[in-house]
């Protein structure tokens, strides 16, 4: 059975529990802090515009304004801050597990590098948006958990 990835969702965080990035901020985590700053050097170099529909979906979340506006406005891949985005997108990942139990973690990203190597695939990997979603695979924690998502530490 053949699935297709919306690509453009993809890039543009949709894979991000941006709730539990929300109560990441709400715990005062130390990612989630590093998340403003990422937020804050994507909008130094954003030209994107705004999204109505991504400003609604992070709205009502406690998350601080910067990080709002960054979301709201991911570039198109082929753009110069697409590289700040994707730090942004991965402080954001960093953010969602601090609130997700250390036992848990291993599936979770085993469902998440493996997402990101099928849209790696479905761009072409060696295309600008293939080699992004790549770059976020690779910038996953524990590259070295095994390939089983059952895994769980003891």
């Known amino acids: 059975m053949i699935v297709a990835v ?3 969702e993809l890039f543009g965080g949709s894979f991000v529990n941006w709730e539990a990035v ?6 005062r985590t130390v990612a989630s802090r ?20 991504r400003e609604r979906l992070v709205a009502g ?9 960054a979301f709201a406005a991911p570039p198109r891949p082929e753009e110069p801050p697409a590289e700040e985005w994707g730090r942004f997108i ?6 969602e597990l601090e609130t997700v139990s250390y036992g848990e973690r291993p599936p979770i990203l085993y469902e998440l590098r493996t997402g990101l190597s099928r849209a790696a695939e479905e761009a072409g990997e ?19 958990l095994p390939d089983d998502p059952g895994y769980l530490p003891v």
């Open 6 to 8: 919306d690509l453009e």
């Open 61 to 69: 979340l406690p998350l601080p304004g910067e990080v709002r506006r």
């Open 126 to 144: 060696s295309s600008a948006l293939g080699r992004w979603f790549l770059g976020r695979r690779d910038a996953l924690p524990g590259s070295d």
């Open 90 to 95: 991965d402080a954001a990942i960093a953010a």
């Open 22 to 27: 929300g109560d990441s901020f709400a715990k």
């Open 34 to 53: 590093l998340l403003l700053f990422a937020a804050r050097r994507y909008l130094e170099v954003a030209r994107g515009e705004p999204d109505g529909e």
